[in-house]
């Protein structure tokens, strides 16, 4: 059955205090690992597609990164703007749909 | 901006009655689906769309419906509300099948008392 594992569940940083969420997957022939933002009361919010391991992405203070079996979402220097939860979702084996994990709540404090 | 719209934003009905959510894009794209969002479930698919009047269910189809009648409205039908349908309701597309992201609309928060 293709998973997808977020941790974890909440995070908590200071402004400017770097870290990682991490996201693991079980699927069957990797056709992209999609990560996406969310805003308290709004939909997601598409990030990146990342496709093959040792790929990696960026945009403004974040860098998303693949490996055979999951990926890092690396947030630098983080201000309080970047406070959501972050999902991450890889497209089931032999379909159009998505399986999600259950998100990662980031707290930026000032 | 996917160009999708949600109606109604925000809904309050009872027990038993029907409730029908609107999805509504103007991208053309082939590909529709309905989640639903729970805290701790994340966000579950409900039903999808694969072209006009071609749709197939997802993991929690039980209690609702769906209907497409034409490319841009994909519609969302909670046959008999129960209060276990209360939650938040997302529509999302997908342009088609040489990719997989899809794009989400606002989402509708259904009370159901």
């Known amino acids: 059955e293709d998973q997808v594992t977020q941790s974890p569940e909440a995070l908590r940083l200071q402004e400017g205090e770097s870290s990682s969420l991490n996201c693991s997957y079980t699927?069957?022939?990797?056709?992209?690992l999609f990560w996406y933002r969310q805003d308290p009361g709004k939909g997601p919010e598409f990030l990146f597609t990342l496709y093959s391991a040792g790929e990696e992405k960026e945009k403004e203070r974040l860098k998303a990164t693949l490996t055979k079996k999951e990926s890092f979402l690396h947030i630098t220097a983080p201000k309080p703007e970047d406070s959501a939860t972050y999902l991450c979702?890889?497209?089931?084996?032999?379909?159009?749909?998505?399986?999600f994990g259950k998100g990662t709540k980031l707290t930026v404090n000032p | 901006d996917a160009g999708i719209t949600q109606s109604p934003r925000h809904k309050v009905t009872e027990t038993g009655t029907p409730v029908t959510l609107r999805c509504h894009q103007t991208?053309?794209?082939?590909?529709m689906y309905w989640y639903r969002q729970d805290p701790g479930h994340g966000l579950r698919l409900i039903h999808y769309s694969y072209g006009v009047k071609d749709t197939d269910k997802g993991e929690v189809s039980d209690g609702y419906s769906v209907s497409r009648s034409k490319t841009e409205d994909f519609l969302l039908t909670l046959e008999s509300a129960t209060s276990s349908q209360t939650s938040v309701y997302f529509c999302?597309?997908?342009?088609?099948?040489?990719?997989?992201?899809?794009?989400f609309g606002p989402g509708t928060r259904l009370t159901v008392t």
């Open positions: 999302a597309t997908k342009t088609g099948t040489l990719t997989y992201e899809q794009y």
């Open positions: 699927v069957s022939g990797l056709r992209g």
């Open positions: 991208e053309n794209h082939r590909y």
């Open positions: 979702a890889v497209p089931q084996g032999g379909s159009e749909k998505l399986v």
